[in-house]
């Protein structure tokens, strides 16, 4: 590939030609040049392909020069002009493997797979190892549902990269969905190969032995999605209960668990969840699960309806009261919403997380903080003295009930556990906001915000910044 250098490199070398060449070269050409190798270095990539497009149009039958014009268009995101000029580029001086994958880069920034995709393979013929290429085809194969090329894809890559113990572990995950039979072998030496990933690996593994000793196919494709929804593999956890729930139409269980795996990637896993619950009308699973989907698009009246019939049939879990208590929070019924959230604590008193949900609600409804937020936030840090989540709920609770001292000495201990911490960031602003000290709070807003930019700690710390602004 070595016509495809970085990008300021390459640009550098052209200077260089152009400079030595003893024809005379245009002042504004090598202004050109000099414009977008600064730019490019200091990442300014639309003032670099501004610059290159200018260069192109003035050396329009320059190969080279057309050829990084593309190049420069691909790092400013200018996927379809980067396509021509590359495509310009061969015709004008023939193709390279580097090319070809540049071109690969462009159709892939257009959402083009199949495309990229052909342009990749042919680069391949002449770069068998290469590594970023076998990357971008195991990547593309998985993304259009080519499992078995996107498998020999990982494999060659692996083989590429002795020691890179991610890639065995994305090609023992692939393997397990496509062939679980021959992940087997994969997951045992990925356990061996990488301690990081022995935990996963065996769970794995204890799921397509169990699944394979039941001798039933469903069973075992569903074993292997509800682990890597455990895992939170959401793609590859929809492909393997895909698999069961084509294999056995009638398995309420694994479309339970595909609502999930597609609900968690931003699909709609409703039909889905209704299949499963049409299927097994008793399943607390099939119910609760329903019931959170309502939840997280803002139905809460179905929510509730699907929730309480998940309690019915299970009446003393913990996760299910905490559920419908959040869903009446939802609907600021405060006093319900305390019902359950109590019952949830009553059902698992030794559980430090539904102690802290319970102190959450009270927190962050600014509801009976002193006489119950308080001693639920004490209670779920003395029961999980490492939770960050539990120091920040009873610092910022300490910061409500005016004990600014300690709310801060707490909430700087729940950054201590850990500094991306988005809400212990917030209320830290929050606190400082209370002491009138503008400069350190708007510090830790700005933290929160680009902790956390598109979630609910960044855009209350995005308001609390406008507040601040003259």
Same mark, same amino acid.
């Given at each position: %590939? ?20 003893t024809?005379?070269?245009?002042l ?12 490019? =270095?200091?990442q ?14 003035r ?7 057309v ?30 493997? =580097? ?6 880069d ?5 959402g083009?797979?199949?495309?990229? *995709? ?36 990982l ?13 065995y ?31 996963? &690996? ?33 793609g590859?956890?929809?492909?393997? /209960? ?8 009638d398995y =309420? ?10 609900? %968690? ?13 049409k299927?097994?009308p ?14 997280r698009?803002? $139905?809460?009246?179905? &929510? /509730?309806?699907a ?5 019915? /049939? ?21 006093? $319900?919403? !305390? ?8 059902? &698992? ?6 102690w802290? *949900? ?11 903080i !002193?006489?119950l937020?308080? +001693?639920?936030?004490? %209670?779920?840090?003395?029961?999980? +003295? ?15 009930? $005016? ?16 500094? $991306?911490?988005?809400?212990?960031h ?12 503008? +400069? !350190?709070?708007?510090? &830790? ?8 930019? !598109? ?13 601040l602004?003259?």
């Amino acid at each position: %590939m070595s016509d495809r250098l970085p990008l300021a490199r390459g640009l550098a070398l052209v200077c260089l030609v152009l400079l030595l060449d003893t024809q005379p070269v245009s002042l504004p050409l090598v202004k050109d040049f000099q414009i977008a190798q600064t730019a490019s =270095a200091q990442q300014n990539y639309a003032a670099a392909a501004d610059a290159l497009a200018d260069a192109a149009a003035r050396l329009p039958y320059a190969g080279y020069v057309v050829y990084h014009a593309g190049l420069a268009e691909i790092s400013a995101g200018r996927f379809e002009s980067a396509a021509q000029r590359i495509q310009t580029a061969a015709a004008l001086d023939g193709w390279t493997p =580097a090319r070809r994958v540049a071109l690969g880069d462009a159709y892939l920034g257009l959402g083009d797979h199949p495309a990229a *995709l052909t342009q990749w393979e042919l680069a391949l013929n002449d770069l068998p190892l290469d590594e970023p290429l076998l990357a971008r085809l195991a990547n593309s194969y998985q993304a259009v549902g080519r499992y078995a090329e996107a498998v020999q894809a990982l494999d060659a890559l692996a083989k590429v990269r002795k020691n890179d113990s991610t890639v065995y572990y994305r090609l023992a995950l692939l393997t397990a969905v496509t062939n679980p039979a021959a992940a087997l072998a994969r997951l045992t030496i990925l356990a061996d190969l990488a301690p990081d990933f022995a935990l996963p &690996a065996e769970a794995l593994k204890q799921a397509i032995e169990t699944g394979q000793a039941s001798g039933d196919e469903a069973y075992t494709f569903a074993r292997i999605g509800f682990t890597l929804t455990q895992l939170k593999e959401w793609g590859l956890a929809e492909l393997a /209960l895909t698999r069961a729930v084509t294999l056995n139409a009638d398995y =309420a269980e694994a479309y339970a668990y595909l609502g999930l795996a597609q609900d %968690m990637q931003n699909q709609d896993g409703q039909t889905a969840y209704e299949t499963a619950v049409k299927l097994a009308p008793e399943s607390v699973l099939a119910q609760f699960f329903l019931g959170l989907h309502w939840r997280r698009v803002g $139905n809460i009246d179905q &929510a /509730l309806s699907a929730l309480k019939q998940a309690q019915t /049939l299970d009446p003393q879990n913990p996760a299910i009261a905490a559920e419908i208590g959040g869903a009446y929070a939802g609907l600021n019924d405060l006093v $319900n919403a !305390e019902v359950w959230f109590t019952q949830a604590v009553s059902f &698992a008193p030794q559980s430090a997380e539904f102690w802290l *949900l319970l102190a959450r609600f009270y927190v962050e409804h600014a509801y009976h903080i !002193e006489e119950l937020g308080l +001693p639920a936030a004490r %209670m779920a840090v003395s029961l999980d +003295p490492h939770s960050a989540s539990a120091a920040d709920t009873l610092g910022y609770a300490l910061v409500l009930t $005016n004990d600014l001292s300690n709310g801060e000495k707490t909430l700087n201990h729940a950054l201590s556990l850990d500094p $991306n911490l988005p809400s212990a960031h917030y209320h830290l602003g929050m606190m400082y906001l209370a002491q009138g000290k503008k +400069p !350190e709070a708007e510090a &830790a807003f700005n933290r929160a915000m680009s902790l956390d930019p !598109e979630g609910a700690y960044g855009g209350l710390a995005l308001k609390a910044l406008a507040q601040l602004s003259p």
